[in-house]
């Protein structure tokens, strides 16, 4: 059973976000609506002392659902009051579609949490793992990647005392893919990248000076984008430069090298002068065909110079980023991907499952000129993401961090596989959300932990290129306010 549009009616209206991304699990991008829709969806709620009912019903349809709650603590309340309400309603959904998603009924949440929340309750890992499979639906499959992360994370989730994480990004690529959901703009003629690299300069050198009065430093740091390598080489060395004065001692530096045709000789022994451990050069798939309809310029051969490349150059920890679900492929055409990389053999991959965001080209392909709901094939990206991981651990890859996003192929997730010794500790730190990181740069979100991880606060600047350069004082205001504790003084 499929709908066309919702009409969701629950007297819970604080959580109703939380429930339509439970409906959306089983019916895609369908419109929801608090006050119209042909299928309805009904939620009749009773409580008595510490005891919950909820009846779901649709149609012919009905689901009960009970929770006794006992807990004191009025976030806590809320927290568990939400999850029982999304449990009914996954438990009415699925009994109506006969679908079972591979996460159950987890949306909005890090998997990992879970598990290490069972953990600290002193549960055994296994039964950390085999809890998410009884009481959230987790498939037995997804609860042991979750318990094999978590292993390779062991001792890497940590952060030390007054440290933090280093975001840096430049929102240039050279074109622009059918599945960006990003801000970035196309280099073009390349007239925004000097105010960009003047305004970040600025940047840079503001959130230094606030690092050290707070007393903070850095441990991993991170270059992204967009795809830091598209701007000239010049440029990308004056921001290096910058940053290491200002935030010395990383241990850790990341730049996405992402499109291998902004990859050169020059930059990558620049990159390693300046002392950068870590690139990714991403294929994201080696048929030329599926690169040039999703809007990439480059082919797979190019993708294989760059990596020869950046290993001439001397890196010794690449990673390559990979797509299952692009349009048009199949699981043959995903094998000979995995196949080459396989053949290849950087240091880390990350297997993404297409997430076709409303922002994207491809999804004003799929979803406006096609008129069905913006989908692909789901049990076949199912299978490539299977495939990835039989193949990866089999190579000598393992699973290190996992996260998942709105809209993803098949309710499927991002994993990012690496061999012993190689996992990024940014990516455990950034997912994980152990690592407080200054985020600096158009549409970077600074996060900054407090109370050993219970409230995370956010600092966002603006996604815009021109209004980030524009309005540079304001985004290093709002970090001052965030993080020093008198931001006057
Ligand atoms: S390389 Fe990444 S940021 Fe650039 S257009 Fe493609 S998806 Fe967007």
Excluded at 9 to 23: N, Q
Excluded at 83 to 110: C, D, E, F, N, S
Excluded at 163 to 181: E, K, N, Q, V
Excluded at 248 to 266: K, L, N, S, Y
Aim: aromatic letters at 8%.
């Amino acid at each position: 059973m499929t709908a066309k549009s919702v009409w969701l009616k629950t007297p819970l209206t604080i959580f109703y976000p939380d429930l339509c991304d439970v409906v959306r699990l089983f019916w895609g991008d369908v419109s929801i609506s608090p006050d119209e829709g042909e299928t309805v969806i009904t939620q009749e709620c009773a409580e008595g002392g510490a005891h919950f009912f909820d009846l779901w019903s649709c149609g012919e349809e009905t689901y009960a659902y009970h929770k006794e709650i006992t807990t004191q603590s009025p976030l806590e309340f809320k927290r568990l009051r939400k999850r029982a309400a999304k449990m009914g309603l996954y438990g009415l959904m699925k009994q109506m579609t006969g679908v079972t998603p591979p996460w159950g009924a987890l949306t909005g949440i890090r998997p990992t949490r879970l598990l290490y929340e069972g953990m600290e309750h002193g549960l055994p890992r296994d039964l950390a793992m085999r809890r998410l499979t009884a009481e959230y639906d987790v498939s037995p499959e997804r609860a042991a990647l979750l318990r094999d992360i978590s292993l390779m994370q062991e001792g890497l989730r940590e952060m030390p005392e007054n440290a933090f994480d280093l975001y840096i990004g430049i929102p240039f690529c050279t074109t622009r893919c059918a599945y960006c959901s990003f801000s970035s703009g196309e280099l073009g003629k390349g007239k925004l990248v000097k105010p960009y690299v003047d305004a970040l300069l600025h940047e840079i050198a503001v959130c230094g000076e606030m690092m050290r009065r707070a007393g903070r430093k850095v441990r991993a740091a991170y270059i992204g984008g967009g795809t830091p390598t598209s701007i000239p080489c010049a440029d990308l060395e004056r921001i290096l430069a910058a940053a290491q004065e200002q935030f010395p001692g990383a241990v850790e530096w990341t730049v996405e090298a992402g499109r291998p045709d902004t990859i050169d000789p020059e930059k990558l022994s620049m990159l390693r002068r300046r002392g950068v451990g870590r690139i990714s050069v991403n294929p994201q798939t080696f048929c030329d065909e599926t690169l040039r309809r999703v809007g990439r310029a480059h082919t797979g051969e190019d993708t294989v110079r760059a990596y020869r490349q950046a290993r001439e150059a001397g890196f010794e920890d690449i990673n390559m980023d990979l797509i299952a679900g692009l349009p048009g492929e199949d699981l043959d055409i995903f094998r000979k991907t995995l196949e080459k990389v396989v053949e290849l053999n950087p240091d880390s991959v990350t297997v993404h499952s297409l997430a076709i965001k409303r922002s994207s080209r491809l999804h004003e392909q799929l979803h406006v000129n096609e008129g069905g709901h913006t989908r692909v094939n789901e049990k076949q990206a199912g299978e490539m993401i299977d495939l990835a991981r039989q193949t990866l651990t089999r190579g000598g890859w393992q699973p290190y961090y996992l996260y998942r996003q709105k809209y993803m192929a098949g309710n499927l997730e991002n994993v990012g596989y690496a061999k012993p010794g190689k996992a990024c500790l940014y990516n455990i730190g950034n997912m994980e959300e152990t690592a407080s990181v200054l985020a600096l740069g158009a549409g970077a979100i600074t996060k900054w932990i407090y109370d050993r991880e219970l409230r995370i606060e956010r600092a966002p600047n603006v996604k815009n290129i021109e209004e980030y350069i524009a309005r540079v004082d304001e985004m290093c205001q709002r970090k001052r306010a965030l993080i020093l504790e008198d931001p006057e003084a």
